[in-house]
């Protein structure tokens, strides 16, 4: 079954240093989708991206945060400068026809920001 | 997007029914309703989706009452890999993007 994958697994940084989370979407996925989790908190959703661009963010979703999809493939998620509040898992997701069909959620980052 | 409630935990044996009930009593008549879980940190997983027809697939079965102000996901013979949390979620399908997940269900099968 396909996958959404995400690297790495598990990143450790200091407060105020630039991250950047990696995902692989689904290969024939439009829909690109980035969520958290702070430990033992709700999923709380991020952003979506659809067509090279933002399509929808949230209020979590400032300037501190940034997305991409460089190459075709990998869809990235950018913190430029991490505050300890920033840790916390996170998920990204991929769908073929958007949200309304169910999304493909990877395994997760978990970030700890020290 | 409606509220959904769920109770915050339930128990099933191993190779029995598990019926996990959701309240959407403030429902439209546009709204989906949606069925993810959590096993342990993972990512979530989508099970399963409908308007008001009951829905099943290779993992689950959803049913929704005519009034459409509850449903009820089955998971046909449960086994301890089914031991997650469950969200039921309701949205419209074709708006917003995104999912807003609440609290959700502990569903613990036990051996």
């Known amino acids: 079954e396909p996958e959404v994958t995400q690297t790495p697994s598990h990143q450790v940084t200091q407060m105020g240093q630039e991250v950047i989370l990696r995902c692989v979407p689904i290969?024939?996925?439009?829909?690109f989708y980035w969520y958290r989790q702070i430990l033992g908190q709700k999923v709380e959703f991020l952003v979506s991206?659809?067509?090279?661009?933002?399509?929808?963010k949230s209020e979590i979703f400032d300037d501190q945060f940034s997305v991409e999809r460089p190459d075709g493939s990998n869809f990235t998620l950018k913190i430029r400068s991490t505050k300890l509040e920033d840790s916390a898992m996170y998920f990204c997701?991929?769908?073929?026809?958007?949200?309304?069909?169910?999304?493909?959620f990877g395994s997760g980052t978990r970030l700890t920001v020290v | 997007d409606a509220k959904t409630t769920q109770p915050p935990s339930m128990d099933c044996a191993e190779g029995r029914a598990a019926n996990l009930p959701c309240n959407h009593s403030?429902?439209?008549?546009?709204?989906?309703v949606y069925w993810y879980r959590q096993i342990h940190s993972q990512g979530p997983q989508y099970i399963i989706h409908?308007?008001?027809n009951n829905e099943t697939n290779e993992m689950a079965s959803l049913i929704i009452t005519e009034d459409r102000k509850s449903s009820t996901l089955i998971l046909p013979h449960a086994t301890l890999r089914d031991t997650a949390v469950y969200y039921c979620?309701?949205?419209?399908?074709?708006?917003?993007?995104?999912?807003?997940f609440g609290k959700g269900m502990k569903l613990t099968v036990n051996p």
């Open positions: 997701a991929s769908s073929a026809q958007g949200s309304s069909y169910g999304y493909t």
């Open positions: 403030t429902i439209s008549g546009n709204e989906y």
């Open positions: 409908g308007l008001k």
């Open positions: 290969s024939n996925h439009l829909y």
């Open positions: 979620i309701v949205r419209v399908q074709g708006g917003s993007e995104k999912l807003v």
């Open positions: 991206f659809y067509n090279n661009e933002i399509s929808e």
